[in-house]
């Protein structure tokens, strides 16, 4: 679920602004999974722009406080995840640590990374929810680390139906910045897309796997 649907639309804007999400319905993008997608999003490119970077820190500080309140430590996912959640992190005044996609094969073997104690309160960082399963791996680390996981917020979801029931089944709320639907909204506000590409981009949401198969 988006925070705040004003709010969602300028992040949208952001992003379609320096191309860090790119949509192109009629030349679909391919992913690693094979799917075909009319959308590619990279929201690292965000970092490169000071204004836009500054914008969505402060989206982040105001989600995670009017939502989950300030707690006491906020958490990255790697590896998109991390260079938000250092920002976020420096702007709130909290110690920041960061969960690996895999635990450390030398040394102690750490999944998560920094100093925290345990029972501490903590939100996570993510740039992007696709499916939710390697931020629920990540809420899975910190829960076995025995901090109190509050929720997760994400600068992006596609909006898929798996997310949001895999979220719903690890018990951990969720929140995003902006999401396909409102970004979708954006781009034909500010013509990024015509008024015709609005039925393609809508059935791969609802069905990419199938879309996969048409496109």
């Given at each position: 679920m988006i925070d705040n649907k004003d709010n969602a639309l300028k992040i949208a804007e952001v992003l379609l602004k320096v191309k860090?999400?790119?949509l192109q319905p009629n030349q679909p993008f391919t992913w690693a999974s094979g799917w075909k997608s009319p959308i590619y999003c990279d929201n690292r490119v965000t970092l490169s722009y000071p204004k836009e970077?500054?914008?969505?820190?402060?989206?982040?500080?105001?989600?995670i406080l009017n939502r989950f309140g300030k707690p006491d430590v906020?958490?990255?996912?790697?590896?998109g995840g991390i260079p938000q959640g250092a920002l976020v992190a420096q702007e709130l005044g909290l110690p920041f640590i960061y969960i690996r996609s895999a635990a450390k094969g030398h040394g102690?073997?750490?999944m998560?990374?920094?100093?925290?104690?345990?029972?501490?309160r903590v939100v996570l960082i993510e740039d992007l929810i696709s499916?939710?399963?390697s931020s629920l791996k990540a809420v899975d680390a910190l829960r076995e680390a025995e901090l109190d996981v509050k929720g997760l917020v994400?600068?992006?979801s596609y909006?898929?139906?798996?997310?949001?029931?895999?979220?719903?089944l690890s018990e951990c709320p969720f929140i995003t910045l902006t999401d396909y639907s409102v970004l979708i909204e954006q781009a034909l506000n500010s013509n990024f897309i015509a008024k015709a590409d609005l039925t393609l981009l809508q059935s791969w949401r609802e069905n990419p796997s199938v879309w996969n198969q048409v496109h």
């Open positions: 860090a999400v790119k970077r500054t914008h969505i820190r402060q989206a982040f500080v105001e989600a906020i958490a990255g996912v790697a590896t102690l073997g750490n998560v990374e920094g100093h925290y104690e345990k029972g501490q499916t939710g399963g994400a600068i992006f909006g898929f139906k798996e997310a949001a029931d895999n979220f719903k």
